[in-house]
């Protein structure tokens, strides 16, 4: 696939089929994505790939932990919830677009509190990534973060397989953490879902906008 296939037909899939994604694969994919920059090469990128009975376990401990406990995002990781103009309405959009092809009526808080645990359960997806970090780096290595997850969503695609990024996978990081085996010193910032996409589903049809160019560039010195 030319590089702009790969990057139009990379989306977030939220559905996915139990067929399980092969280790070597799994590895191949990590391998290429790996080629991704990183600031001074540091490649401050740790990734914990989980399949089977982990996997297993830690939607079923996570699922358990956030019905006692609503959230524990705030004494691990720096994060807001407040958003201005236009970020909030594109949230929105967004939000009003996915929840209606799910069925999901404006205003349910039972169906969107059990639709945001699907996060939690991979959304099915036979391997999850969770993405940590030293927490003594600096913003600058979030980006590099950034470059490794794009990275690994596009040779997935290359490959025939799906991914969703997960930042909700910063919340309930107790149980993740526990059950990953990883230290203090590393946050954990992000999760993904990997596999083959449930073409039938409805939530994979959603299209996310993109605004123009001309509303995030600023050209200067051009003729
Ligand atoms: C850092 C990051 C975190 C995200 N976290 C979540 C998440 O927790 N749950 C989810 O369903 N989608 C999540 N997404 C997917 C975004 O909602 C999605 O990328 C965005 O709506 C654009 O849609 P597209 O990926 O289909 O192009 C995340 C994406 C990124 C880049």
Partial sequence: MHIDDVLRARKSVRAFKPD????????????????????????????????????????????????TQPSDASAEFPRTSKRKEPYTSRMRKLGKDMYSLLGIPKGDQTANWRQWGRNYQFFDAPVGLIFTIDKDLDAMSFLDIG?????????????????????????????????LGVPEDEYIICGMSLGFADENAPVNTLVSEREPVSSFATFHGFE
Avoid: F
């Fill in 147 to 179: 470059m490794l997850m794009q990275s690994i969503m596009l040779a997935a695609k290359a490959r025939g397989l799906d991914t969703c990024a997960q930042g909700a996978w910063n919340n309930y990081w107790t149980a993740t953490r526990r059950i």
């Fill in 20 to 67: 399980p994604v092969p280790l070597d694969l799994v590895t191949e994919i990590l391998e290429i994505a790996s080629l991704a920059p990183s600031g001074t090469n540091i490649q401050p990128w740790k990734v914990h790939v989980v399949a089977g009975d982990v996997r297993r376990r830690l939607e079923e401990e996570v699922l358990a932990h956030r019905e």
